[in-house]
């Protein structure tokens, strides 16, 4: 098993540091956090990952030396006597829903980076260090009846910011999941109920959709693109792309702008006609199963027309 810091990491293998996080982020890379923005790989992970990415054999050696395993151990380490050890108390599982992961909370330092780096810091007289202290204080009420988390963004500025990996995001995510659906602020519960009702946040119907699609992209090759008709439902295509319902609903000529590049590249694309949103409202509010609901839509969608790349412009 090595350890790594994402940045060494990113210099060895000759690419940005944002490119490891998201291949940790998305699995490619498998990996378990640590203290101080550390990562711990199993070396069978890290021989997978290598050939996955075709990266040569001379890197992945150079990467296995950083094996923690093969460390000289300090000698102060090599003469433990176990025998005056005291006897080892056993902590039972904390019943607070909000410390199921110690990274959430206990590890955290107070130091106020995430304070630092959050754009709403200081709103309602909340940051997210203090929402930390609330949590490790046990006010679960407290905090998931407050509005603050509402407010943020969930950008990760916060989480990028603290030195010790604390998983803030996760954390604000799980307060939301935590409010009574009926309290979640209105726009966010009405569009994920109409979503899971009719396929998008806004409740468009399908002829609509299609009629307006069809519309915008007669508009379009008038305008620009001669010969140009908004593929629908195409079975076969690269691409398909889903869309924002405010688009159709307020800004149609909107979709125009990725209508243009996928028509000057000669692209395949395609749009379904039915589940095309492309804001999931369920992530947003913690509502991890009407989340699974519409991700499922669109892997669906991408069976059904054998496309063969999925694209949130969002």
Request: charged content about 25%.
């Amino acid at each position: 098993m090595i350890e790594i810091r994402v940045g060494e990491f990113a210099e060895k293998l000759g690419v940005h540091r944002n490119t490891v996080r998201n291949w940790i982020k998305n699995g490619t890379l498998r990996a378990t956090s640590t203290v101080a923005k550390k990562y711990f790989i199993q070396l069978e992970d890290l021989r997978r990952f290598c050939r996955f990415q075709s990266i040569p054999e001379s890197v992945f050696t150079q990467l296995a030396q950083w094996d923690v395993e093969s460390l000289p151990v300090k000698e102060e380490t090599m003469n433990i006597n176990t025998t005056s050890a005291p006897e080892l108390r056993t902590i039972g599982i904390r019943d607070n829903l909000l410390r199921a992961d110690p990274q959430w909370a206990d590890v955290c330092l107070t130091c106020g980076s995430c304070a630092s780096a959050c754009p709403i810091s200081g709103v309602d007289g909340l940051d997210p260090r203090k929402i930390v202290r609330m949590v490790v204080l046990g006010r679960t009420k407290e905090v998931v009846d407050s509005n603050w988390t509402w407010k943020c963004t969930l950008c990760g500025k916060c989480e990028e910011a603290c030195p010790m990996n604390v998983e803030l995001v996760k954390l604000f995510r799980r307060i939301r999941g935590l409010r009574e659906r009926e309290k979640v602020p209105g726009p966010l519960h009405k569009g994920v109920l109409m979503a899971l009702r009719r396929g998008n946040n806004l409740g468009i119907p399908k002829p609509e959709f299609v009629d307006l699609l069809v519309e915008v992209g007669e508009e379009l090759a008038e305008e620009c693109c001669p010969g140009f008709a908004t593929p629908v439902d195409v079975q076969g295509a690269n691409l398909l792309v889903t869309v924002n319902s405010k688009e159709p609903f307020g800004e149609p000529d909107d979709m125009k702008f990725w209508w243009k590049i996928f028509h000057a590249a000669g692209e395949s694309w395609t749009i379904p006609s039915e589940n095309w949103e492309g804001v999931n409202w369920g992530l947003f509010t913690g509502d991890d199963e009407a989340m699974r609901i519409m991700v499922g839509r669109l892997v669906d969608n991408m069976y059904r027309l054998e496309a063969k790349k999925l694209v949130l412009p969002e």
